[in-house]
């Protein structure tokens, strides 16, 4: 065999282990994927405004699976779900955005860890837990859980607002199910205004997807989600 036969040989077989490594190299990422997307985490972005300003109109966010399956839920968590029922109307149109962001968008749905029916779920605050007694508003304006009024921070009130609700209600959360609201308060088709639904405007937990951890983008909002625990400190747990 003549040495140009050999190195012909020797690259092909170069070649080849090339393609087999990458080959390789490409399952595995899928796999990896695939699980960091059914297990871990998830990319959603929003399409409203009803979390302002805590959350603005096309900020993408990152969410945590393994709430509540394997992290409880807590009061202040802000939360990703599938419509109860009713919730939503229709879907929305994707709004105009860069084309970096759609190409980051196609990027994450490609490796798994970005959903394109972001419009078929609803981010909301979570304020009341299986069995607690939410209601507003007191005389100061302000919403009670379990008898504990609440120095919401976070909220996002027009001027001149009296109250952090403009409706007032009285509930008990039932077992197994959420109450959830905006933090934009008064622009918010939260768990208020959906009492006609078949959920009653409760939030069954086996429809949490998951807790929103951080904002992702764009770069300049980048920052980590709390779930504001000094807020809901000191209140009991619901009466059996």
Known sequence: MTDEAVTSRKRQRGV???????AIIIVVALLVSFLVKTFLIRSFYIPSGSMEN??????????NELVPDVVD????????????????SGPLE???????????????????????????HLIKR?????????????????????????????????????AVSATSFDVTVPEGSLWVMGDNRYNSKDSRYNGNTPGKGFVPIENVVGRAF?????VDRWQWLGDYP???EGIPDAAP
């Open 126 to 162: 979570v304020i009341g837990l299986p069995g607690d007694h939410v209601t507003c508003c007191n005389t100061l304006g302000q919403m009670s859980v379990n008898g504990v009024p609440l120095n919401e921070s976070y909220l996002l009130l027009p001027q001149g607002a009296q």
């Open 214 to 218: 951080v904002i992702s983008w764009p």
């Open 73 to 88: 839920i807590q009061r202040g968590d802000v939360v990703v779900f599938t419509d109860p029922g009713g919730w939503l």
């Open 230 to 232: 000094e807020i809901y």
């Open 16 to 22: 080849l282990a090339f393609l087999r490594d990458l």
């Open 54 to 63: 805590t959350l603005q109109i096309n900020d993408r966010i990152i969410v």
């Open 94 to 120: 994707n709004p105009d955005e860069p084309w970096i962001v759609s190409a980051w968008d196609s990027f994450m749905s490609a490796v798994g860890l970005s959903v394109s029916d972001s419009n078929d």
